[in-house]
């Protein structure tokens, strides 16, 4: 079974510019999530989707971040425009309804850093 | 506000030496309690999940056991390829489903 595949697995951006990052989840799974490692800090929840909705975005910092699932399937996490404090990586995650057995599959991560 | 702490930061041990790592948690309502191994340049592995007080899960050379308000790994006669990063996450019943996640614990087997 493949994983869950994130890319791509680095972005150098300048402040100000444009990112976007892209999460395939578990053929499947039904919930996804994105969450985020800044640099000397614990991951943190950013958000999660079942299928393609939203369920709680509670974890987003502001209105620069915009996350999509088309169609109840891949999803993307945009930053714009791209601030320094957003530099880290940035790990999405999927599972089906029977997580908290068989826990959350992540991916590799996107680091981003932003100059 | 739901919080996790993992101790020590970090843990260098000799091949076969044995210990425990501690997870502290403060969650409104635990559904369950998951320990991740992370190794460099990768995402999160799940191990476990703990879900009550009392309950010990193991794998290997990992045991993981959970109390009210504390995790444990313990990690028996380690070997090198265990060196990880060891992190600790709680699902609690607020209504979101994200997992708060510790720090971690970075745990470096010498031969």
């Known amino acids: 079974e493949a994983g869950v595949t994130q890319f791509p697995s680095h972005s150098v951006i300048e402040k100000g510019q444009t990112v976007t990052l892209r999460c395939d989840p578990i053929?499947?799974?039904?919930?996804l999530y994105w969450y985020r490692r800044v640099m000397g800090k614990e991951i943190k929840f950013l958000l999660h989707f079942v299928k393609e909705s939203k369920q709680d975005e509670s974890g987003m910092p502001n209105n620069r971040f915009l996350a999509e699932r088309t169609g109840g399937t891949y999803s993307t996490l945009k930053v714009q425009p791209a601030e320094l404090e957003d530099s880290g990586v940035y790990f999405c995650?999927?599972?089906?309804?029977?997580?908290?057995?068989?826990?959350?599959?992540f991916g590799s991560g996107t680091r981003l850093t932003v100059v | 506000e739901d919080q996790v702490t993992q101790s020590p930061e970090a843990l260098r041990l000799q091949e076969g030496e044995s210990s425990s790592l501690n997870c502290s948690y403060t969650v409104s309502g635990l559904r369950g309690l998951f320990w991740y191994r992370q190794d460099p340049g990768k995402g999160p592995e799940f191990l476990f999940t703990l879900y009550s007080a009392g309950e010990e899960k193991e794998k290997e050379r990992l045991k993981a056991t959970l109390t009210k308000k504390e995790s444990f790994l313990h990690i028996t006669a380690p070997k090198p390829e265990d060196s990880a990063t060891y992190l600790c996450?709680?699902?609690?019943?607020?209504?979101?489903?994200?997992?708060?996640f510790g720090k971690g614990t970075h745990l470096i087997i010498q031969p």
């Open positions: 996450a709680a699902n609690s019943g607020g209504g979101a489903d994200g997992l708060t």
């Open positions: 053929s499947g799974h039904d919930n």
């Open positions: 995650a999927s599972s089906q309804n029977d997580r908290l057995i068989n826990g959350y599959t």
